[in-house]
Nanobody, 124 residues
Framework: QVQLVESGGGLVQAGGSLRLSCAAS????????MGWFRQAPGKEREFVAH????????GYADYLKGRFTISRDNAKNTMYLQMNSLKPEDTAAYYC?????????????????WGQGTQVTVFS
């Protein structure tokens, strides 16, 4: 079992930045690729970014246009999402997830473990 706990969400003005963290426990986290997803009210959960177990491969949703950066520190069992130039449409609950597919995936169905989410609200 892998336990995931997100933190770092909050209220931010449009154009601002936030850094989300996802603390993992329970297994050797470098054996898992990890990802960030988000879900806005009334919408389906959508892919944001993923990173391979060793951190060498990363993938991003096209709509981000380079505003977000995913990273991980396996020594600290933690993954991060640096979010810059935030927009009101980025408002959502953000979830981290882990998958045994060590290359990572943009598909929710590939992920085995999920955190409880952290809320990000961007106001204009």
């Amino acid at each position: 079992q892998v336990q995931l706990v997100e933190s770092g969400g909050g209220l931010v003005q449009a154009g601002g930045s936030l850094r989300l963290s996802c603390a993992a426990s329970g297994r050797t986290i470098s054996n898992y690729a990890m990802g960030w997803f988000r879900q806005a009210p009334g919408k389906e959960r959508e892919f944001v970014a993923h990173i391979s177990g060793g951190g060498g491969m990363r993938g991003y949703a096209d709509y981000l246009k380079g505003r977000f950066t995913i990273s991980r520190d396996n020594a600290k069992n933690t993954m991060y999402l640096q979010m810059n130039s935030l927009k009101p449409e980025d408002t959502a609950a953000y979830y981290c997830a882990a998958t045994r597919n060590t290359a990572g995936s943009s598909s929710l169905r590939q992920y085995d473990y999920w955190g409880q989410g952290t809320q990000v609200t961007v106001f204009s």
